[in-house]
């Protein structure tokens, strides 16, 4: 079966500082990949997603994420965070029937 | 940008009653989507839907939940009989076609009390 992994439940990093938030995925075929950000009590905004083509994807707010098919990996990285980058972000995976399978995801915390 | 809608934001119901989430997903999207997050857990699948019919659920839809498309606009999901755990967010999706155009709405949080 499909799953995800985020391995880090909490990361806290300083405001300036780069990211990087690491998701393992675990799929048979060409998988596609996406990442979410959502702050308390509210919905699910999608920062990027991967299909296929160019490994290095480029999102909203300055995010990006790389997939290695390698590592199965799709880590999300920022260069420079910002307070208002505070927020859970969540990795998913399409699996059967094009449903979405999350990762448990990443509480991020900014301190000034 | 389209959207997918979700009324109401919030609803608040008593145990034991029934209650209707209300989703008006993308005019021309095909495949319809329930999903569930538990406060301060991750995103769940509950169900899929195409072709008037479900095509997928998961051990979480059981048989107190049900989803209809009534009207060809709206896609609803119904709990017949809510209970304490089943305060959650609740979120709709749908898509045309393959998963590029995947969209969620913004959830309704449900609180039954």
């Known amino acids: 079966a499909q799953s995800v992994t985020q391995p880090d439940i909490h990361i806290t990093v300083s405001e300036g500082a780069s990211l990087e938030l690491r998701c393992n995925y675990s799929?048979?075929?060409?998988?596609?990949l996406f990442w979410y950000v959502q702050s308390p009590g509210q919905g699910l905004q999608l920062l990027l997603k991967?299909?296929?083509?160019?490994?290095l994807v480029q999102g909203i707010k300055g995010f990006e994420a790389e997939f290695k098919r390698s590592q199965s990996s799709f880590n999300l990285r920022k260069p420079s965070v910002h307070w208002s980058d505070a927020a859970e972000y969540f990795c998913?995976?399409?699996?059967?029937?094009?449903?979405?399978?999350f990762g448990t995801g990443t509480r991020l915390t900014i301190i000034p | 940008e389209p959207e997918v809608t979700q009324t109401p934001s919030h609803q608040v119901t008593q145990m034991g009653q029934e209650v209707i989430l209300r989703c008006v997903p993308i005019?021309?999207?095909?495949?319809f989507y329930w999903y569930r997050q538990i406060l301060g857990q991750k995103v769940e699948f509950l169900v899929s839907?195409?072709?008037?019919?479900?095509?997928?659920k998961s051990e979480i839809f059981d048989d107190q939940f049900s989803v209809e498309r009534p009207d060809g606009s709206n896609f609803t999901l119904k709990i017949r009989s809510t209970k304490l755990e089943d305060s959650a967010m609740y979120f709709c999706?749908?898509?045309?076609?393959?998963?590029?155009?995947?969209?969620f709405g913004s959830g309704t949080r449900l609180t039954v009390v």
């Open positions: 999706a749908s898509r045309l076609s393959g998963p590029r155009n995947y969209t």
């Open positions: 799929y048979g075929a060409t998988p596609y």
């Open positions: 998913a995976v399409v699996s059967g029937n094009e449903k979405l399978t």
């Open positions: 839907f195409y072709n008037n019919e479900i095509s997928e």
């Open positions: 991967y299909f296929s083509g160019d490994t």
């Open positions: 005019s021309n999207h095909l495949y």
